[in-house]
Each structure stands twice: as C-alpha cells, then as structure tokens.
C-alpha cells in the first residue's frame, strides 16, 4: 500500500502484518541492476553503458526505466536500426520525462527567442551558484507541455539536501522569469511550474525543515504529501492565524531573496546570457561539454555567510575532523568527484 497511515491499526499489531518493508525509489546501483534485467531480451548497441544511463535518471522508478528501454528499442525499430544506440536512449530519457517532441508545434523567432532567454536564465543562474547540480542539458524544442526545459543532474545520487543547496535551487527555479523581466521587462505566463515549484519548495524550508528564523525548528502543519481519506490533497492548518501570517513573510522573503540573487546573476553576466541565447536559437538542443565552454566565463557567485538559525548559536570556528584516509583514498580511486566536493567545502 502507499497509504499505511489509513490501515486499521489492528491490522497492524504484532503477530499479524507486523513488519512494514518500504520500498523506495531506487538508487544508482538499484536503477542500474533494473536496466540489466529490462534490456535481456533487447539488441543493446555494445558500446552503451548502463551506469551511464542510471546516472542519467535520478528519481526514475523500476517502471520508468522499463519504459525508457520500451522506447528506445521502439525509436530504434522505426529508424530502421538494428541496435539500441545511447542517442535512442537519450531521446526516450527525454520522452519519459517530459513527453514527445512536438515537431510539428510552429514556433515564431519572438517565442523562440524568449523561450532561449528563459532556459538560458535557469542554466546561467544553476552554473553561477556554489551548491547546484552541473547542467547536463538545454534545448527550446518543444516537448509535452513544454516550450522548452534545462536539465541538471547530480554527479551522485544523492540522500539528503542542505539549506544552500535548496537556496541555490530556488534562485535556479527563478532564472527563467527573471530572464524575460531583465531582458523584456514583460514576463510571460510560461514559467507559471517554475513559481509553483518554487514556491512549494520555499514552504518546505519554513514549514517541514525548520530553515528560517523567524518559524525555527518546527513542524507547522499536516502531511500534505499524503491524501487524507475523503478530503482533498494540501496543507491542514494546525497553527493559528497569527503564525500563519509569519509562514506567508517567511516564504515571501525566501522567494523574494532567490529571485533577486537570479536576477543580480543574470545582469553580472549578461554578455554570456546573450552568448547561450544566440547558441541555443542556432542549435536548439545544447549538451553538456557545449554549455561548459560557454559558461567558461561565468563569475562564480560568492557563497552565503554562515547560518545557524540563530544570532544566540554561534557557528563553530573549528572545522569538522577530517574525512578518515583510508574512506578518502577509497574514494579517490573510484570517484574522483565526489572527493573534490567533499574537501572543498566548508
Ligand atoms: C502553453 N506552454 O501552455 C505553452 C505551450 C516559459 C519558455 N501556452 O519553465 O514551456 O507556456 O524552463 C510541467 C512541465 C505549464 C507542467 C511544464 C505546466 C509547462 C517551461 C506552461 C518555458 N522551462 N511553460 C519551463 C513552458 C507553456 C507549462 C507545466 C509545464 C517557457 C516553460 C508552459
Ligand atoms: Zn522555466
């Protein structure tokens, strides 16, 4: 069941279902056994890689990646091709995220135009900021609903979030909005999924991870991931006005603080925003060695000062006790990257 909060608890006294076994999403490793058993039966081309297709699809669930591999081995039939090849399987990521290419939706210069500033905003603004995912990927062709999308992924899989990381996620959810406002001072309706996943982020870090000051470590509220038997999905008050009213400021400040670090980002690059503008309207899908060098010349935006959630909790000036060598040399042998992170930060 997905709803073992409305199981009758007498169901769930020992000596009858008395053990709950979650089953999660799968990781890295996980996504990649799941591949092994979906492309059996299927003629991979034999250069293709399946931890580099599990790295690709973070968040992806057994039956998605069943039909990444459905779709490719279809594309791969109807090109006439013999073997599955990555570039198939790159398309069909792609289609089971955001839905088939719309070739035949007719776009005007205008609308491409705005559409790249927008993309290019997201992706500028992800690079310039310390704690986000690299861009794998920006295009202005559209997909499903959309005119065009930006995509980053970790390096690594990833169990846990911290408050810059998600500061610097809603100053990238914003990126595209303040591209059209800084750049055509007429924003469009367009990025209305980017304000709604932005602004259910920003409740998150007031209302479930304690992230702000003025609300501190508290939970405010009911479950509003989990339906309630017979009413309807969303948040159930369990505050009083009056700090309902300190959430609101709350999440206004946070949305508010990200779109003008967007913003600030976007306006102290404006040459390479130009740059990835002309780029992408040229090429309409960029990759990612295509956006490092463009970015090349991208001022890094310097990190936020430290935050405890309190001026009476002093951040520590004694660093953390170092990483153990024998973990470190074990990583560097087989993920360089994850290494660079971990010592670089502060
Ligand atoms: C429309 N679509 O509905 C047109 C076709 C601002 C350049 N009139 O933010 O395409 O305007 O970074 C899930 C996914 C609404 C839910 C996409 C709900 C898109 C997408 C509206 C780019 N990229 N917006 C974006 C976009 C649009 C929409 C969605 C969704 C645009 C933007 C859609
Ligand atoms: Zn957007």
């Given amino acids: 069941t997905n709803r073992p909060d409305v199981l009758d608890p ?83 990521i792609d289609r089971v995220m955001a839905g088939p290419q719309r070739k035949s939706r007719i776009m005007s210069e ?9 993309e290019a905003g997201h ?36 169990y846990s979030t911290t408050r810059n990381q998600l500061l610097d996620q809603l100053a990238y959810s914003l990126g595209g909005r303040a591209a059209e406002e800084l750049i055509f001072h007429d924003p469009s309706t367009g990025a209305a999924n980017d304000i709604e996943k932005a602004t259910a982020l920003a409740r998150a870090m007031v209302t479930q991870y304690g992230m702000t000051e003025a609300i501190g470590a508290i939970k405010l509220g009911t479950d509003d991931s989990v339906p309630f038997m017979g009413r309807d999905y969303g948040h159930q008050r369990d505050y009083s006005e009056s700090v309902a009213a300190i959430v609101d400021a709350e999440i206004r400040g946070l949305i508010e603080r990200a779109h003008q670090e967007a913003y ?46 309190s001026p009476s909790r002093l951040p520590s000036t004694q660093p953390p006790v170092a990483i153990p060598e024998r973990a470190a040399v074990a990583e560097t042998t087989k993920k360089p990257r994850r290494v660079k992170k971990t010592t670089s930060s502060e």
């Fill in 10 to 92: 007498a169901l769930l006294r020992p000596g009858r279902f008395d053990r709950q076994i979650p089953v999660e999403r799968p990781d890295l490793k996980g996504r990649e056994a799941i591949l092994k058993v979906h492309s059996k039966n299927k003629p991979l081309a034999e250069n293709l890689d399946l931890t580099a297709i599990a790295r690709r699809t973070p968040g992806f669930t057994g039956a998605d990646l069943a039909n990444v591999l459905n779709e490719a081995a279809l594309l791969t039939a109807r090109n006439n091709e013999k073997q599955i090849t990555l570039s198939a399987i790159d398309e069909s």
């Fill in 110 to 118: 205008a609308e491409r135009r705005v559409t790249a500033y927008h």
């Fill in 264 to 309: 600030d980002i976007l306006q102290a690059n404006r040459s390479v925003l130009d740059e990835m503008v002309v780029q992408l309207l040229e090429k309409e899908t960029l990759n990612k060695e295509e956006i490092a060098e463009i970015f090349a010349k991208v001022v890094s935006w310097p990190k936020r000062p430290a935050w405890t959630g």
């Fill in 123 to 158: 992706a500028l603004v992800a690079h310039a900021l310390p704690h986000t995912d690299p861009v794998h990927k920006i295009t202005i062709m559209p997909r499903g609903r959309a005119l065009g999308y930006t995509m980053v992924l970790p390096d690594d899989d990833k």
